[in-house]
Each structure stands twice: as structure tokens, then as C-alpha cells.
RNA sequence: GGCCCUAUCGUCUAACGGUUUAGGACGCAGCCCUCUCAAGGCUGAAAUACGGGUUCGAUUCCCGUUAGGGCUACCA
């Protein structure tokens, strides 16, 4: 049995979009599955499209996500170099073998001919493909122009009337007719190979076993059989993912909101909830559950399980996702996020035990979304409040409740190093001496310690922030409210 | 236009001819719990695009229609 090996092969475009993760990540969880080997090779052979620092960004948003891979352009590995700029002369020899078997010719149009040729067949209405007029050259005047240095590619020769057919890990057996293929371009005139070379050629090399991409490559995938067939190679497995999508249903795209991992990464949301995410978008383990670690993935998934169709990019439940996560992180985890959030924030001069935000952490856990929102949703617990909440005021700040805070922080006063459940007995008892209900003091309490009226139990509160802090709020309270 | 792919609640999806009054999740609504907000529990509204076949029986198989999408570059 041959051993299992997929690649990752983006183009570095400056970013990951959140299709490539997913592509990424199922090719991660096949081979780690298989045991066999994640490759990363970076597709660098459109020279227009070059960005500066694309690769490092890319190679860090992926570490970030938690997808090891094998061999890759910054890990070396037997198949090197991983970077499709640095294989220049081996796709040009196998280009080069290509034209000598007569399956590829040269070709010298021009940018503008080959545009008006479009034009005039999309004018009979008739499809637009290559018309095979370099084929008209003689042997000679092909020499004469390559030895006078014309601008050339090197072009394929797709056979006519064939038909060209292969499985589908995820799609079944798919029919081409070569008719309808167009002579595609191998080598550009700068010297780079395309995709459609590049790909097939290093796939071969680097005995890439299954081709795990994006349902986009489908119609171009007749044209990368013909070509292991010129070369006379074995065919790898193919698969092709259904697409992620926008709202609308078109293919999910910047414009429509954010594509890039990057972009998630920024608002907070932790890797093990995109890659959770993703992971059911095309993808389910055939029952009911949702909530999965990368390793949990890695056990349950089979390409037999992919779906066809594609998946609207639903953010809502990437936002559940996220929540669920993070109440299962470990404290210790969270802490170094928030610390990081706080440096970032207005509080970033203010000093904070590693224990008090601990405490803090436990007490919010259950109610947020995000990180930041233990920052945005809890200022009380970093600053005393600045306002009180005017709704709350109204439906909890009566006339005879500042004679009440008093009576309560009086009893609060008398407290020694009081724990949670002894300022909850202190409420009662003044409750009680006071004749009224818990709720009459509790409410008060809150919107005086917080500004809000929502929030963790208002003990646990009085807990975290101690016994000073909760009387000089109260306090201040009481000035400002009367 | 041509080629290809797809089609179950608003969204992600389960059901691989009968166990289905089509299941779960997100979101939404209501109730419970409760010091508030969450979390949690319970309940509810919500789908097999349409038309033909095949079959004793179709969400499931086939064909067509419709709809959506992808591709159609010297981009990937």
C-alpha cells in the first residue's frame, strides 16, 4: 500500500482565506487519519501578483491555526524546494519534453491578438478557445522566431473528440469532452510555468497521492489528466470540496465581509473555533455532534463524509462556536489573552494580580462571546463605574434606597475579610432589619458596585473587588444618585 | 453564450428505498430556573424546488424543468 501524502498549495496572495483554511485543514485531518504526510508548497509563479512578505504571513497565520505541516519552504523536506519560483527549470524541461513528443507546440501571439480573437468568437457566439493558429507555423519559421527571441509560450495539444474521465472522491465519475478544452498555456512568456504545469508536475514529483482542493479546480481538471497522460503518470485520487459561500450564495468573497484568517484572528475569535467551524462546513461526523478539538477531527474524519453542495459562511454560528470554546479553555489560557486585550486597552497602566484576573475570568466565563468581552462587557472590574445605567437607576434606584445602601454597607463595614457568602448573610440579615425584600437591597447593590444592572452574581462581585473597593462604591453611590 | 457542479428548515446539516408525525445545531419566540445578565432545561414556529418516471413503497434511484453556483486568462 502506497503511503498517503496531500499538499496545501496556496498562492501567496498576503492572506489566508478562510476557504484555503478549510482546504488546509482537510488535507491536514486526511493525512494525520492516513498517517500520512501534510505538505505546504507555496505556488508562487505569477510574478504580477507578487506581495512582500505574503509567505511569512501565510506560514504564521497557519501556525497560528494549528495545522503542522511535514515539509514545507521553511522546513526543508525530501521533495525540496516547496517553492514553485525556485523549480523554474524543472517545469521548463518538462514543458520542453512535451513539445518534443509533439503534445505541446510554441506559440507568439500577441496579448492584443489573442483579444480580438475572443472577441470575434464571442461575436459568432461560438466558445472561446485557443484557434490553433501557431499550429499553422513550419518547423522553420518556429525556429526563426525562438532564435530571434519572439515572445513565446509553450502551449498544450488537447486532443480532439476524446473523452476525458475521472473519479471523484466526493463528486463521483466526471465526464469532459477534450472538445470543449482549450489549448492551454504551460509556460508563460516570462518563463514561469502556470498552475496547470506547476501543479501536475510537482504533484508527480512530490508523489502527492490525493488532490484535495476547491470545487473551482473541477473544470480545469481534464486538463491536468491529459497532462499526467502525456507524461505517462499515474493519476492521483482527486477530491474537490464544495465551496464556501457568501449570504447571497456566490462564492464567498471579500466585499461581503471578512475572508481572511487574519481577519478572525483580529476580532478575537480563537483558532480552535474556526477550525472547528470550518471543519462542519462540507464536513459532518454522522451524528449529532458539533464540538470538536483538531484532534477529535483528525479521528472521526473521511473524505466519504464530505458533502457536494456548497455552504453559506454562517458568522452567527461561528460566534456560538467561539463562545462554547472558550468556556472550555483553561483558565490559565484565557488569563494570558486577557492580559494581552488589557495591554491593548485604556486600563493597559493599571496593575492586576494574575489571581484577581483569574477570579475575573471565572465569573465571566459563561457570559461572553470573546475574550474582550470580559474588558467591554465587565469595566467594573477594572475601573469603579464611571455612570450608572440611567434605565436601571430608574426601574432599581428608589427614594428610600440610599438609607438602604447606607444600612448596608454600615453592616458590609463590620465585616472581617468577609468571603461571598458573608456579605450575602450581611444583605439578609439588613434585609430583614430593614423589613424589606433581598431584592430591594440586591439590585441596588449591583447597579452601585457595577453601573449596570447585568452581570455575575453581585456576591461574587463583592468578592473580587473586596471589601474596600465595594464601600467606597457604595459610597460614591449614594453621593451621586441622591 | 458554452462546459461543469449542486439542490432537505433563514443558515450548517442527518436520514446511504420502508425504523420518519423528516432528526440535530445556530439563530428566533415562549416557559422554567433566578438578585440581574448569561449558562442550563423544556416547548414552539421553520424544510425535502417543480414535473415526470422506476418501485409494493421514494428525501433517498433515473430523466427533464427551474433555480443557484463554478469555470470559461500568458491568475491561482
Known sequence: MSS??????????????VGGLRTALYNYLFARKQEGTFILRIED??????????????????????????????IGGPKAPYRQSERLAIYQSYAQQLVEAGKAYYAFDTAEELEAMRREQEKLRIPTKYDRRALKLSAEEVQAKLRSGVPHVIRMRVPDDTTIAFDDIVRGRVEFSSDQLDDQVLIKSDGYPTYHLANVVDDHLMEISHVIRGEEWLPSTPKHVLLY????????????????????????????????????????????????FVALLGWNPGDERELFTLDELVKEFSLERVGKSGAVFNIEKLKWMNAEHLRKKPAREILSMLKEELARSAYKSIHFSDNYLLNVIEAMRERIGFVRDIIDKSPYFFQPPLTYDPDVVQKRWKKETPAHVAALRDAFERLIS???????????????????????????LRLAVSGTGAGPGVFDILAIIGKDETIRRLNKAIETLS
Open 45 to 74: 509563479t505569477d510574478q504580477s501578483r507578487y506581495v512582500p512578505d505574503a509567505e511569512r504571513k501565510l506560514i504564521d497565520i497557519l501556525k497560528w491555526s494549528g495545522l503542522q505541516y511535514d515539509e514545507g519552504p521553511d
Open 418 to 444: 468577609p468571603k461571598k457568602e458573608d456579605y450575602e448573610a450581611a444583605l439578609h440579615a439588613t434585609a430583614q432589619h430593614l423589613g424589606v425584600g433581598n431584592g430591594q437591597l440586591i439590585h441596588p
Open 229 to 276: 497522460q502525456f507524461f505517462g503518470w499515474e493519476l492521483p485520487q482527486f477530491a474537490h470540496l464544495p465551496l464556501l459561500l457568501n449570504p447571497d450564495k456566490s462564492k464567498l468573497s471579500k466585499r461581503q465581509g471578512d475572508v481572511a484568517v487574519e481577519d478572525y484572528r483580529e476580532k478575537g475569535y480563537l483558532p480552535e473555533a474556526l477550525i472547528n
Open 4 to 17: 498517503v501524502r496531500v499538499r496545501f498549495a496556496p498562492s501567496p496572495t498576503g492572506y489566508l482565506h
